[in-house]
């Protein structure tokens, strides 16, 4: 097989004019012949060094190193296409075109503006005929051989409406060579005009808009301003050309405000004069009637309701016309097909946690937003180099402008002058950094302010108070925050619906539904940006954040009970979704006066979601700040929780000595005020922090004193000490006790439906099960313990999972395999951001301390190194692998 060329590339396109009719009347004759047909070609290609990199239904997709051998192979292959027997089907014509520039390989594929030429090259033929362009014809006219020649057809518009590219026939004595005109913008009456920029990706998106063109005679695209409608609609256009004899025109509304000038710009466009005694309208229908036409309306939205009265008069009167609009909301008139676009596609990380890695231009540039970036900064500046380190910066900043194209251009313009991390840096002042779009360009779309100032002034004024408002929230809203956040001061709560409505109409908020959950509302973060600095304007932006504070408190503290009990698992997932809105308001505590207590009750509610998710830095600094915070010094039932639940973040992540001293300041408080269960609880842990540190006399003593206060309803109070004498127990060499005391513990917990601390639980048993030669026991555990972790979206207590089994290999002797689950524990501990040093359980530094010598030795210590490149899920899978 041929190995891929790189670099510059000679590309072969071909595909069967009429296969579609074909495959209709002779469906088996049909497959006997594609087969035919397929060898013919591969053994023209490849036997002259051709990479087939891709076959779709009868079209071939051929790169070579050479112009030379691609002409040949194109060449043999019509010959032995033309002198081939084919029976019912009758001859098949094939349509070949050779183009030649660069292009990037990545798993077996090719990318790059030379494809998107070579594949308008091709829609330019009919079947028989191979065409080449200037490029490749340069390389190959000193080199033809005896009997052939090449015709130069002139220059010609191809469909990717770029500058015309010269086109040369390849002509031969033994093949026809008369064909009908070029299938080129000059073969259909149209007004499209040329662009001055390639057009990157929209594969997906300009087959479902021809798709849907075909199937109803009012598309619509709508989409926020700079996401593209425009671009794609005139490329689809393009494409669909041959489907309308009758033409194609681009009516652009653009720089119009009157709406009675719209039906005069539609007959501009269509050079149809108002006869005399009739509206324009009306010359328009007549002149419409019969024609098989495509009328492009673009830029409806400040003229919507002049385009759709004229859209409905000339669809009612002409079976065959179609239009294919593009606005910021719908027409809104019987038959419409609204369909909106999406953003550029990006990757689907969180634009901080984007890695990099060798492979990292392999798997960002895949990505549409990203390809756009490249393509324009090499524009603005030629010199523009990507590596895979500087491409991760790249898809940050495509990330953070949402995919919207025109932002994603106006940011790699700046290339010229700035570099990709001072992009990045600049864009939390983006109105100031994307300015200096094109100069030709219409006002609106020079900058990313006045592009968002154009949709926002067509807003009324009840929509511009709730997008406004809807600033205070980051991310997602559901419609219940919404109403409860937004409504007020100018817009009653039943408005809210319809306003949210209208902003989803008008592209300003997305709505996002998924099965089984409830809708959520979705902003940009430009349009987040603008509406929050509209929002301070207002001078609202204080009281409607206070208002948000006040409802994910009440959120977080009624969700907290539910993330201790049998629906917890679903309780993570929903929480999730409103994590960052969680944030946001403990933010909004820590900055406005008065409010810090109300950040202090979030942080104390989220405990249990922090600790399972291992977000232990963040909040340890969040509760340092608002512990010390004079708002939050009374000595109260609040302070003592919230001191008691970073005691517990601060003990996991091993952060002893700050930890303790909150843990003894929360009992003390517990103490002033007399709460029995807050005492049990903090009694409990600080035994935790005197066993951490060897003082097992100290542990015990708290521990008794914590047992002596329980009474017959404290289930989880008696489950939490069960587990802490286990603890105590195993370090005093007690492992049998300690196995009755986990057993009972685990017991409880399952009674409790609390599938966290079962899962911790069931770690700590099958430890001790494994020092005392329970094996099979202590597998069944630590199964039970990894996949608890890895489905509730444990972020620190998956290293602890994978550890066990590492403890496991070692009792097996299978120490390769140990090294290699050790390696990956440490690694996802130090990402976890919590103690590197193994876990702190006696019987597990003994099994592992078994071991040291083995794991001294050479090749056992870089099978460890290696287990540090694991994912968590391929170091789960491993773990969990017989």
Known sequence: MAQPPTGTITFLFTDIEGSSQLWERHPE???????????????????????????????????????????????????????????????????MALHTGPAEHRDRDYFGPALNRVSRLLAAAHGGQTLLSLPTEELVRDQLPDGVRLRDLGERRLRDLTRPERIYQL????????????????????????????????????????????????????????????RLSLQVAADVLEQFPDGVWLVEFATIDDPALVPELVAAALNVRQEPDQSLVITLTNFLRAKNVLLILDNCEHVVTACARLAETLLRASSNLRILASSREPLAIAGETAWPLPALSLPEEYWRNIRGGDDAIERLAQFESVRLFIDRARAARPAFILTNENVITVAQICSRLDGIPLAIELAAARVKVLSLSQIAERLDDRFRLLTSGSRTA???????????????????ESERKLLQRLSVFARGRTLEAIEAVCSGEGIEDFEIVDLLTQLVDKSLVSVEKSPGKEARYYITESIWDYSREKLEQSGERETFRIRHLDYFLAFAEKIEPLLFGPDQRAVFARIEEDSINTRFAVETGCELPGQAPKALRILSAAQRIVEVRGLFKESRELFA?????????ARNAVRAKALAAAARLAWISDDLVPGRQYQEEALAIYREIGLRTGIIDSLGDLSMY????????????????????????????????????????????????????NGQSLALYRELGDWWFVAIVQWATGVTAL?????????????????????????WGLPFSIE??????????????????????????????????????????EILASAAENFAKKEIADIRREGRKLSAEEAAAFALAD
């Not at 051929?62 to 292959?77: K, Q």
């Not at 219409?442 to 009324?460: E, F, G, H, V």
């Open 771 to 795: 020092r005392l030669g329970f094996i099979e026991q202590a597998r069944t555990h630590f199964r039970e313990n990894l996949e608890a972790a890895r489905d509730i979206g444990s972020g």
């Open 804 to 845: 066990a089994f590492a403890a496991l290999a070692v009792t097996e002797q299978h120490y390769d395999r140990a090294a290699r689950l050790l390696g990956a524990a440490e690694a996802l501990r130090e990402k976890a951001g919590i103690a590197t040093a193994p876990a702190d359980h006696p019987a597990m530094r």
């Open 171 to 230: 002509v031969a004595d033994d093949l026809p060579s008369e064909f009908p005109s070029l299938r080129s913008l000059e073969s259909v009456p149209n007004n499209l005009p040329a662009q001055l920029t390639t057009f990157v990706g929209r594969e997906r998106e300009m087959a479902e808009v021809k798709r849907l063109l075909n199937a109803t005679h009012l598309l619509t695209l709508t989409g926020a301003g700079g996401t593209g409608k425009t």
């Open 690 to 741: 005197l066993w951490d540190v060897n003082d097992i006399a100290g542990a015990k003593a708290l521990l008794d004193e914590a047992e002596s206060m329980l009474e017959p309803g404290d289930r989880r109070l008696r489950a939490d000490l069960l587990s802490d004498r286990a603890a105590v127990a195993a370090s005093e060499g007690r492992h049998e006790e300690s196995l009755a005391l």
């Open 625 to 633: 700040k608002l512990l010390s915070h004079p708002e939050n010094a």
């Open 442 to 460: 219409l006002p609106r779309q020079q900058t990313l302010r006045a592009l968002i100032d154009w949709s926002y002034d067509l807003l009324s």
């Open 29 to 95: 004759a049909m497959r006997l012949a594609l087969a035919k047909h397929d060898t013919i070609l591969r053994e023209a290609c490849e036997t002259r060094g051709g990479f087939v990199f891709k076959t779709i239904g009868d079209a071939f997709c051929v790169a070579f190193d050479t112009a030379h051998t691609a002409f040949i192979a194109a060449l043999e292959a019509q010959r032995l296409l033309n002198g081939e027997s084919w029976d019912q089907t009758g001859p098949l014509k094939v349509r």
